[in-house]
């Protein structure tokens, strides 16, 4: 059974940081690129950062600079660590794990909030 666990969300002030997780476990097929994605309310699901199983990393530019994504692959767990928040940056994240060439995986979704 695939588990995608997602952790780290919360409430912080604007300038604060936060990091969130997210651990996956039951994929048989190994795990290619993960990544962090967040929906706002009334917005589309946007990407936020990727980073492939060699490490190499992508970054939405609005978060460029004050966010960093990482992974620890023997844990297969993938991390987002948010610096210089913004009240824009408001919204459930979610963690995406793709496998193979074809297979994606979600996480549950983690509300994080900005306050001005």
């Known amino acids: 059974q695939v588990q995608l666990v997602e952790s780290g969300g919360g409430l912080v002030q604007a300038g604060g940081s936060l990091r969130l997780s997210c651990a996956a476990s039951?994929?048989?097929?190994?795990?290619?690129?993960m990544g962090w994605y967040r929906q706002a309310p009334g917005k589309q699901r946007e990407l936020v950062g990727s980073?492939?199983?060699?490490?190499?990393?992508n970054y939405a530019d609005s978060v460029k600079g004050r966010f960093t994504i990482s992974r620890d692959n023997p844990k297969n767990t993938v991390y987002l660590q948010m610096n210089s928040l913004k009240p824009e940056d408001t919204a459930v994240y979610f963690c995406?794990?793709?496998?193979?060439?074809?297979?994606?995986?979600w996480g549950q979704g983690t509300q994080v909030t900005v306050s001005s």
């Open positions: 995406k794990v793709n496998s193979g060439a074809y297979i994606s995986y």
């Open positions: 039951g994929i048989i097929g190994g795990i290619n690129s």
């Open positions: 980073i492939t199983s060699s490490g190499t990393t």
